[in-house]
């Protein structure tokens, strides 16, 4: 399969054609040393999260190659136990030439996959603890159940953030303090609404795909809301055909 074309339109000047490590240079930015949380999604234009209940009918070829590039760049991949199970998540594994960039970059050869949940409806025997490149790490609660943590702490490590929900300020905390501080976030929408709400929130990568789905699907944040809302700076516009990749920063 020839690879999609992308092309920077904004910021000028235009550049066509795109290749993996320019792209690559267009994401890596980040401010200063401290930890940097970055969340990627793709919504329809009228702002579905989902196609018959999964994230997989709105993407492209343009949309993966960027979402492979953004896990070549990150520590570590977090997501929400509703989108392990939705998506059917399996282990942590970057593709051969996104292994050998980041073992050259002195990064571990794949990114370790954090996963947060509360009710730990999690299988400890999943391929995504068993065949683990490296270690998972569950983040979840003081109340979670103390037999699931007991048997999840045989695959992975388990880490308590929070009492009744996990506390995002306390995981990106806990992520940092392991030298996991670029910090990538694949979802899904109410653990996204908990970032935002909670303020730790750096960038949102958003592919707008050409599609109108009506429906009910989710929105790419549901859930809590900040107090006031989060303004986002437009630093970059991609274009694939049809899609729209955008990145923002917070303000
Ligand atoms: N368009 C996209 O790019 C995209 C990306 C990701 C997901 N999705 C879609 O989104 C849907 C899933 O939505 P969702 O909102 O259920 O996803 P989610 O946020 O991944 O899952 C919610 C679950 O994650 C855990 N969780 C999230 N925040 C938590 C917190 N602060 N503390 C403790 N646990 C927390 C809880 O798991 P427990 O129940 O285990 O406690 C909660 O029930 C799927 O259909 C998926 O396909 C779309």
Redesign the pocket.
Known sequence: MTEPGITKVHPLPAVDGLGDDEIAALYAESAGDGPWVRV????SVDGA??HQ???GG?SDEADKRVFAILRRLCDVVV??????R??SYSAMRVDAVSERIRSEAGMTPHPVFAI???????DPASPIFADAPLRPII???ESSRPDAREALAEVADVVVC?RD????DVLVRVLNERGLGRIHC???????A?LIATGVLDELCLTISPRLEAGVA?R?S??ASPIVPVGLRLAHTLISGDTLLLRYLRR
């Open positions: 990627n999604f793709v919504s999260a989902t209940g999964l994230s709105l997501v929400g136990a509703g989108t392990v939705a998506e947060v949940s509360a009710a730990l409806d999690l983040l979840t609660t929070g929900r996990v506390e995002p694949e979802g899904g929408p109410h653990l996204f908990d989710s790419i549901t859930g």
